[in-house]
C-alpha cells in the first residue's frame, strides 16, 4: 500500500492528508519519484541511514516493482565516510555551496541550466500555482530546485491515480508530459554530465545521476502516453 | 558618421531590459513588438518578427507591425494622459478638475453604486462595452459588472462591427480565414475595404498572393490608397454593392457558370417553396408531428419529395432538384403545387441584368460580365473589412456577395471567403468567469459541466452539431447575464426614438413607424429579458472603460450629452488619456497603457496567434491596472454597503444579491489578487482544452512572444470558424462544412438566402436584393463615405506627437474637384458640413480621387480637434435597420457580439459650404 504525502509543496487553502492507495503503475511513479525527491534533498537521518547500509537501489527498487517500464537503479556506491556530518557535508559541497566562493560543482537548481534567469523559475512557479500548490515556507529550497520538482511530479502523478475523471486523469498526464519535457528533463543530460566531473563522493554522483535517469526514462513514458 | 553624432545617437537606442508587446487595439493585429527599456522608462520599440512560417511555400506574418505601433512608446507620457484620480469641480465638460486621493475616488464611485443599488436597482449602472485595451482590461469590468447585476451594452451593437448579412446567410459572421490564406487565393475582391489604411500589417500577403499569380481587384467608389495594389480598379456609385454583386450573380447563373453541386449542398437554394407565400414547405405540412424546422428538397433521382438532412450537408446520393415544379400531398390531404427557392432566386436576378444593374451602380455590363466570369473560374476571396456592416443597407450588400460566393463555391476551400471577422477560441477566458475555484480540477469540473449540457441538448436535437448547440447553450445563459443590445438603451433613454421615427431618413418599404415595430417586437417577447435597464428604469450611472462613445456616437455627442447626461447621478470613466468622453465625466480613474502592464489581445483569427503585451515600465503616475481598479472597487462597495446595511437586494431577474462578499467574489477568495494569475490561468485552461499548444503559457510568452492557436476548443465563437488546425498549413474557414458536411447554424442549417420571416417579406427582403440608401439627414446632394484613417486606430493615437507629424494634423473632409469648384471651395479651405441633423466644420482637402458626389470623412478624429468641438458624428443620425428587430426566427436572435439591431453611420446625406 502506497502512502503519499506532500512534504516539499503545500496545498493553497486546505491541507492534502496522507492518503493510502492501491498500489499500481501510476502510484509505483509516484512513489519513486517521492523516494527521489528525497534522495536529492537534504539529508535526514533516514536517507543517511539508507545510505549507510546501501539499501537505496532496494528501496527504489520494490517502489518501482509495478511500474508501467523497466528501470534498473544500478548498485549504490559506498560512502566515503560514515557519519552522517560527512554525509551532509559532502552534499553540501557538491550541490549547495561549493567548496570555496565560486559556488556549487553542481547545480540542482534548474534555472541554472535553462537559461533564462526569472522567466524559468517563475514559470515553474506559475505550474505549481496552477494546481493549486506553492512552495512551502519552511522549506528553503527555490521552487525550481530538483528536490522540489520531483516532489510536483509525485504531486501529478499521485492526483492522476486518485482522479475519478478519466478526463482529469488525461489533464494530469497531459500535465506531466508538458512538465517533464518542458521543465524538468531538458537539463537532465547536463545535470549528468556536470555529476560525472564533479569531484565529489561516488555515492552522490550515483545519485544524481540515477536521478536524472529515471526523469528520462519517465518523461519518454509520459510521451508515449500522448502519443497513443 | 564622426563620434560627435555618433555617441548621441548610439545613447538613443541603449536600453537595460528588453520585452515583448502588443498594443491591444482594436484594429485586429495581434502585432508582437520588442519593447526596450532604459532606467525604467521605455526607449524604443521595434517590430519583433516573431512568427514562424506556417505552410512551405507560403510567406509568413512577419513582419507584423504599423507606424501606430511603432511609435506607441511616445504615448506613455503624452500631454493628454491621465496620472492620477480627479474629480470635476464646476460643471459636467467645463475642464475644471481636482486631483483626488484613490481612496477618495473609489468611495465616491462605491457609494454612487450603492446609491443607485438601493434607488433604481443594479441595473441602472450602465457600462459601455469595448474590445480596445485588452482582455485583463475587459475582463476587470465585466466580472465586476456581472457580480453586481449591472447592465453591459453590447459593443458590437454600439461600434457597429456586425456583419447582419454574413449573419443572415450563416448564422455566424466567421468566414474569415487567417490572413495567410489569402496566399492561396486566385482572385482577390478588395471589395468595400481599404487595407492600405486599415490592415497594414496583413496587407503584404495581397501583394504576395500577386506575385503568386493572384488577380487583385479593387471596387470602390474612390480611387483609394488600395487601389493602388490591384490589377483592377472597379469604380462603383456609392452603396450600390448589391446591385453590382447581383449581376455577377445574374450573369453566372444566366450563363450556367454556378458551382451546381457546391449550391445543392451547402445552401437553402433547392428547398421547397410555396410561390404564392414565398415561405419553405415545413415538416407538420407533410406530416403531422414533424418538426417544423424540417425542410425538404425534390431528390431527382427517386422523383420523390425528401426531408433536407438536418444533420449533413453532404448529399450522399441524392440529387435535389433546383428547377422546376413539384405537386405535394399534405398531411391536410390537400395537394399544393410548389418549387424551389433556386427558382425565386432566378426571378429575383432577372432584375439584375448587367444592362439594368450596370445604370445603377455605375460599372458597365462588360466589366460586370468579366468579373463576373472571373468569380466563377477562379478561387475568389472578398476582402471586406467592416465598412458595409455600417450601411443602413449593408446586410444587403453582403447577402449578395455571399451569394457570389455561394454560386461559385467560394469557401470552405483554401483561398475562398469574405474576410471580416472571425474570434480564436481563448477558452480559458471563457472558463474563467465560470469557475468558482482556482486551478485545474475546476477547469475540468466546468468543462466536464459543459459537455453535460451539451449532450442533454443533443438528446433533444441529435442532428444538431457542437457549434450549433453551443450558440444554443450560450442563448440559454444570456437571460442570467448582463449583456444588452444597446439600440434599445438608445431608444428608451437617450432619445433616439424621434431621429428613428422620421419616416423620410427610412426605408420607404417601412408600413409602420419604427416605434411601432419596436412595440411589436417587444410585445412578441422577441428581446425578452435583454432591454436593459427597461424603459422604466432610470440609468443613474454610466461606466466608461478605454472606450470613447463621445466621439464615435452615431447620432453625435450632443444625442447624449443633451439626453441621457442630465439624468444620470455619476459618469466614470477609466482611461489612460483625457478622451472627448474623459472631458465629460464626474469621475475620471487613471489606467495603466500597453508596456505598463501585462495582458493580452482578444483572440481573432486574422494571425491566429495569442497577442501578448508584457509589462516593461511601471505605470505612469498612479496609473492603476482595471484588474487593480475593479479589485479595489469591489472592497470598496462591500466595506461602503456594510457600514450603510445594504449588503442584500434583488436584480432585475428578482435573483437575490450581496455585497457583503463582493470583493472575495471578484478574486475568487484571493486566488486572483494578482492578476498574472488570471492571465496564466487563462493560458493554462485554454492548453487544457486544446486551443493553445502546451507550450502556450506564460512564461512561454515572455521569451517567445507569441504562440499559434492549436485548435478551436469547446465554445462556439470558436468552433464558428468550422476548421481543421494543422501545425503546418494556413487555415481554411469554413472547411468543415464541405468537407465534412457539418450543418451551419441556420434554421435551414444551410447557408440561408431565404428569409421567410414576414417582416423580411413585407420589406422585399427575403432574398437578396439591392435598395437605395434611405435620405438619412435630409435631401442633399453629398454622400458621406468615411472609414478608419492611416494615423491612428479610432482616436487612440490622435495625440501622438509623432504620428500628428505624419499628416495635416487636423481632421479632414475630402471631397472631388467638381464638387469643389462648384461651391467655390480651394484645397485648405474650412468647410461647413451640414444637414438636417447637424454641422460641423472641417479643413476641406480637393483631390482627384474623390468622385462627385462622393465625401470623405475618415474617423479617429476627437471633437475637440473640430472648431467648437462639434465632430463628424454630428450630422450622423445614426439610424437602425427595422428589421434587425426581428428575433426568435431560427438563428435570427439575439447572440453577445451578433444578431442586434445596430446604428448605420455611413452614406449620410450632407452639403458642404465654405465656412
Known sequence: ?228 | MNSNTALPYRARWQWDRATFGTHCLNCLATCPYRVYARDGAVAFEEPAAAFAPVEEGVPDMNPMSCQKGSAWSVQLDSPDRLRYPMRRKGERGAGDWERISWDEALTEVADAIIEAIDYEGPESIVFEETVEGGLLTQVAYLRFAGLIGATTLDANGLINDFPAGHHITFGKFSCASPVDDTFHTELILIWHSNPSYTAIPYAHFINEARYNGSQVVCIAPDYSPSALMADTYVPVRPATDAALALAMCQVIVEEGLYDRAFVQSQTDLPLLVHPDTRRFVRGPELSAGTRDDQFFWWDENTGEVAPAPRGSLLLEGANPALEGEFSLSLADGQTATVTTAWELLRARLAEYTPEAAGPVCGVNPEVIRTLARQAASKRTKILEGFNAAKYYHGDLMERAMCLLLALTGNWGRKGTGIMGLALAGLDGYMLFGMKQRHGLAETIRVMEGLEGAIETLRSQDPDASDEILGYELLQRGLAAGTASPPAFFHFYHCGYAETWNRAEWSDPTMSRSFEDYVSDATRRGWWGGLVKPGPDTDPQVLFIVATNPLRRQRGGRDALLETLWPNLEKVIVVDNRMSATALQADIVLPAAMQYERDNLQYAITHSFHVGFSEKSVEPLGEARTEWEIFKALSEKVQERAIEEDIVEYLDGRRQPRRLDNLAQAFTLNGAYDDEEVVLDTWLRDSIEAGTLPPDGTLGSLREKGTVRFAGLGMFAPGLSLAADVKKDETVTAYEWHVKDGVPFPTLTRRAQFLIDHPWFAEAGEDLPCHKETPKMGGDYPLLVTSGHSRWTVHAASMGNPILAGTHRGEPLAILSIVNARERGVKDGDMVRVANDRGDYCVRARVSPRVRPGQLIVYNGWEPHMFPGWKGANEVEPGMVKWLHLVSRYGHLRYLPFGWQPVPADRAVFVEVSKA
Open chain 1, 1 to 228: 500500500m502506497f502512502v503519499y504525502s506532500l512534504a516539499g509543496l503545500k496545498m493553497d487553502g486546505e491541507a492534502l492528508p496522507d492518503q493510502e492507495l492501491e498500489d499500481n503503475e501510476t502510484t509505483a511513479r509516484t512513489g519513486v519519484y517521492q523516494l527521489l525527491a528525497r534522495l536529492v534533498g537534504s539529508p535526514d537521518d533516514e536517507t543517511h541511514a539508507w545510505a549507510s547500509t546501501g539499501e537505496w537501489p532496494a528501496q527504489l527498487t520494490d517502489a518501482a516493482k509495478l511500474l508501467p517500464y523497466a528501470f534498473d537503479f544500478g548498485q549504490q556506491p559506498p560512502l566515503d565516510e560514515p557519519s552522517r556530518e560527512a554525509f551532509e557535508a559532502e552534499y553540501l559541497a557538491a550541490f549547495e555551496v561549493g567548496p570555496g566562493t565560486g559556488g556549487p560543482p553542481v547545480s540542482l537548481v534548474s534555472e541554472h541550466y535553462n537559461g533564462g534567469p526569472s522567466n524559468n523559475r517563475e514559470e515553474v512557479l506559475r505550474f505549481y500555482e496552477y494546481f493549486g500548490l506553492s512552495t512551502s515556507a519552511e522549506d528553503p529550497r527555490p521552487g525550481d530546485h530538483l528536490a522540489t520538482e520531483l516532489e510536483f511530479m509525485k504531486f501529478l502523478t499521485f492526483k492522476e491515480a486518485v482522479s475519478s475523471s478519466p478526463r482529469l486523469r488525461a489533464s494530469f498526464q497531459r500535465a506531466q508530459h508538458d512538465f517533464l519535457e518542458r521543465q524538468l528533463a531538458p537539463w537532465m543530460t547536463r545535470l549528468k554530465e556536470k555529476v560525472a566531473a564533479a569531484d565529489t563522493w561516488p555515492f552522490w554522483q550515483w545519485a544524481a545521476a540515477t536521478t536524472a535517469s529515471f526523469v528520462l526514462a519517465d518523461a519518454e513514458y509520459a510521451a508515449s502516453l500522448q502519443a497513443g
